[in-house]
């Protein structure tokens, strides 16, 4: 059928491939190489990123044992908690997510406090001036993700803040295209790890430090796992 729309994210991509296209002269469809490349930045964007956020999560949450305990008893009021004699594990729905507001901050504050990507870039498109610092068009220029997300003058704002006050996703019309599926992924198994009766605990050799790779991803994380 000609004016079938593509179903999914590939057919989508397949169906503008267009042998010819450059960026000067043909304008539309994509090549083969640019869309070995965006399916592989799917993947690869998709995998790393949110893993890398979880490893961050499970630092944090070593080093914070009263915080795994509030997580743990407002999955209790929410009867969300696993039934330990029948180790049963209750199912999450969306509408229990939304409910879980401390385990939504939660993973806010490793979002905030993980620098999965600790910077981002911009060419700049004209002459300015920000701050007394005179940009040139042409001229990149790094955006400290990190350094803005720990900003101390943003501290307490946490009613009202501005919008830039946080941003893991970066901005604008070039942030994060997958950061819906990010914060729904970290937050639902964030919470299914919570919901059993597993703790994780520091050791003397859990030092944190961090390798910054593609992503920037805690060094050393050596935590205990404990069975309540
Ligand atoms: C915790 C998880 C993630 C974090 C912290 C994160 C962070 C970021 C940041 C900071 C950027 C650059 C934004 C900018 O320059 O303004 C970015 C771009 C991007 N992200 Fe993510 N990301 C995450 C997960 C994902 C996932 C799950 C996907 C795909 C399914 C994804 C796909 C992309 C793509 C394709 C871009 C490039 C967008 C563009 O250049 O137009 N990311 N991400
Ligand atoms: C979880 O979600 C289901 C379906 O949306 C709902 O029936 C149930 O009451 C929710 N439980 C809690 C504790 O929010």
Redesign the pocket.
């Known amino acids: 059928m000609e004016n079938e729309q593509p179903k999914n994210l590939i057919a989508l991509l397949v169906s503008s491939l267009n042998e010819e296209a450059n960026d000067d002269q043909v304008l539309s469809g994509l090549t083969r190489a640019e869309i070995f490349d965006e399916v592989l930045?799917?993947i690869i964007?998709?995998y790393e990123?949110?893993s890398t956020?979880l490893s961050w999560f499970i630092f944090f949450a070593s080093k914070n044992p009263q915080i795994q305990q509030r997580m743990k008893e407002e999955l209790r009021e929410h009867h969300l908690l696993m039934i330990d004699n029948l180790k049963y594990v209750p199912p999450l729905t969306a509408d229990n997510l939304t409910s879980l507001t401390y385990c939504e901050c939660v993973t806010k504050e490793v979002?905030r406090l993980a620098p999965?990507?600790g910077l981002?870039s911009r060419i700049a498109t004209y002459d300015t001036i920000v701050n007394d610092v005179k940009i040139h068009r042409g001229q990149t220029i790094l955006i400290a993700?990190h350094n803005i997300n720990t900003d101390a003058r943003f501290l307490g704002e946490d009613k009202n803040h501005h919008p830039l006050a946080m941003i893991?996703?970066?901005?604008?019309h070039?942030?994060?295209?997958?950061?819906e599926?990010?914060w729904l992924e970290?937050k639902t198994i964030i919470v299914r790890m919570m919901q059993r009766d597993i703790t994780f605990e520091d050791t003397p050799e859990n030092v944190g430090g961090y390798n910054e790779r593609i992503t920037c991803f805690p060094k050393n994380v050596v935590v205990r796992v404990r069975f309540d």
């Not at 070039?174 to 950061?179: H, M, N, S, V």
């Open positions: 930045m799917m964007t998709g990123t949110t956020a979002l999965v990507f981002t993700l893991p996703f970066g901005g604008g070039r942030a994060c295209i997958g950061q599926l990010a970290l």
